[in-house]
């Protein structure tokens, strides 16, 4: 980075309105000490989306070949493509209007975040009661369960907060039985369980099975009555 920062200082114009190569600034060489020292390759590896067995199946977990047309469209690390070509105050880096003491037609520029939180910026917020979400979206556990130790007469509560898109449906069950609601036992917002004045026989495994229409998961935790 010393190396740009020095290129740049100097006075090194790059021009903007053609593509740019990484080489007009630094050498290959520094490019890969670079690649080197921060395990960052100067571009993107190019994945083999030829496995249509796999991939007609499976969504890859960084989102490549999910579009066999282009393949690294969406794909984590891979950078957005410009509509327009970038235009730098000094031709590599700074934005216009970084630099106070220059002027365009006889003025300063404001910032660019100014312009854009003044321009696209309204007084008026409200709550959309009929669109949220358009796209579906598989259910996933936000606070996983976990085991509990519980002395006798105590009260007790098992989290399974999930989310998805449609809103997921909860079961919860007792020792591989589906738990009924009682004087003692109660289901809340998210579905939240709590269990009153705890006795022995509530000892054993809780399961919370969660579903939508894109996937099932569940969700264990073992409560430990001790006391007498």
């Not at 031709?91 to 003025?107: A, H, M």
Request: charged share 20%; net charge positive.
């Amino acid at each position: 980075m010393e190396k740009v920062r020095g290129f740049i200082q100097s006075g090194l114009k790059v021009t903007s309105a053609e593509p740019f190569n990484y080489e007009q600034v630094i050498s290959g060489q520094h490019l890969e000490v670079i690649a080197r020292l921060s395990g960052c390759v100067a571009h993107r590896e190019e994945k083999d989306c030829s496995d249509m067995c796999f991939h007609m199946k499976y969504r890859s977990v960084d989102g490549s070949c999910n579009n066999f047309a282009h393949p690294t469209w969406g794909a984590s690390l891979s950078a957005f493509r410009r509509i327009l070509f970038p235009i730098y105050e000094n031709g590599f880096s700074q934005p216009l209007g970084w630099n106070k003491n220059i002027k365009y037609n006889g003025y300063t520029l404001p910032s660019a975040r100014l312009v854009s939180t003044t321009i696209i910026s309204t007084k008026e917020i409200s709550e959309d009661i009929e669109i949220i979400q358009m796209v579906m979206q598989a259910v996933y556990l936000l606070f996983f369960l976990v085991t509990k130790i519980a002395r006798l007469n105590e009260n007790v509560r098992f989290d399974c907060v999930a989310k998805g898109n449609p809103a997921p449906h909860r079961v919860w069950y007792f020792n591989r039985a589906r738990i009924l609601l009682t004087d003692r036992i109660a289901m809340l917002y998210n579905g939240l369980i709590v269990i009153e004045k705890i006795q022995h026989m509530d000892a054993g495994k809780y399961t919370c099975h969660v579903e939508n229409l894109n996937r099932k998961i569940t969700a264990e935790a073992v409560l430990e009555v001790t006391g007498r």
